[in-house]
């Protein structure tokens, strides 16, 4: 059995994907201000908003539990509308070998779209796949597009 997967969603949103795409990449704090009950606090470590190689610290909730990832943001593609976090340290290492998360935003003709991958290494074949953090991060990006519509 292969610790090694991939677990990916993709959900509709109304709001145009690159702003999305200009949150997620530019402006990850504000999912704080977005979705407080799930991601209470995101803080810089190192580095700037928005570029390569900066540290991001999420403080994010999965079924009422607290939990801290500090993860490095390890690609950017403006062209295609993506960003990876490869996470460093946090409770997700307790589990995993290695997390990487990575985002974008997809325009198909008229419908905008938001996919998120998670690909991973799992400790040992009792841990769980990270399904409810893929559940977690699509549950905010559609809290994001009710905010970016309102907005």
């Given at each position: 059995m292969s610790l090694v997967a991939k677990l990916s969603a993709e959900v509709l949103v109304v709001?145009?994907?690159d702003k999305h795409h200009g949150v997620w990449v530019g402006r990850p704090h504000h999912i704080s201000n977005?979705?407080?009950?799930k991601v209470p606090k995101v803080d810089l470590h190192a580095g700037e908003?928005?570029?390569v190689g900066s540290v991001v610290v999420w403080h994010y909730v999965i079924d009422g539990k607290d939990y801290v990832a500090k993860e490095v943001v390890e690609?950017?593609?403006e062209e295609n509308k993506t960003i990876t976090y490869r996470v460093i340290e946090g409770d997700a290492l307790q589990e995993y070998k290695?997390?990487?998360?990575?985002f974008q935003s997809i325009s198909k003709g008229e419908a905008a779209w938001v996919r998120w991958t998670l690909e991973y290494e799992k400790l040992n074949k009792n841990i769980p796949h990270p399904i409810k953090l893929l559940e977690a991060v699509i549950h905010i990006s559609e809290?994001?597009?009710d905010h970016l519509v309102q907005a």
């Open positions: 709001a145009p994907h977005v979705s407080p009950s908003w928005g570029t690609a950017i593609d290695s997390l990487k998360a990575s809290e994001l597009d």
